[in-house]
């Protein structure tokens, strides 16, 4: 028997990771698990080090940064995903997005991590690395990664009843 009771869904508030959210949500549904919806604000200031003359305009712009970031990731929660899924928006400021998130999983016992990925060919994977693929390799539970668009087994529940019909 499968028991999932955390499920975790990175976003980057991209189109893949609104399909990652939406899968997130109704495998939390079936399985009554909490909804964890985490995103990863990348930390500006640690990027200027020896550049002292932006200090004060990189504080300001991170905290803007964080302030939108946070705003838009409590939008992606509604009542009903906090009620019924007991969701949790988590922010966090890193330079390495997937070492926060495999951190945040191992420390809350994330028991499957919903993704999405962007499908970038193998040289710009080369180059730029990607969260998706680090969090896979290095994941303590399942990890589900999705694309966008591509084949969907998430059906709207009208549509679902005529399917099966």
Do not use: W
């Not at 988590?90 to 991590?113: G, K, M, W």
């Amino acid at each position: 028997m499968i028991v999932l009771k955390n499920i975790l869904v990175a976003t980057d508030f991209g189109d893949a990771a609104e399909v990652a959210l939406t899968y997130g949500r109704e495998l939390a549904r079936n399985f009554g698990a909490t909804l964890h919806v985490v995103h990863v604000v990348d930390d500006l200031a640690s990027r200027m080090v020896g550049y002292p003359d932006y200090g004060p305009n990189l504080v300001r712009l991170q905290s803007e940064v964080v302030a939108a970031a946070r705003t838009r990731l409590e939008a992606l929660l509604s009542e009903e995903d906090r009620r019924v899924l007991h969701a949790k928006a988590v922010l966090f400021e890193s330079q390495s997005p997937a070492r926060t998130i495999l951190e945040y999983a191992r420390e809350e016992h994330i028991d499957a991590v919903v993704i999405g990925t962007h499908g970038r060919g193998k040289i710009a994977q080369l180059f730029m690395g990607s969260v998706a693929e680090k969090v896979c390799r290095y994941a303590p539970c399942p990890v589900l990664t999705v694309r966008h668009p591509e084949h969907e087994f998430v059906l709207p529940d009208a549509l679902q009843i005529v399917t099966h019909a």
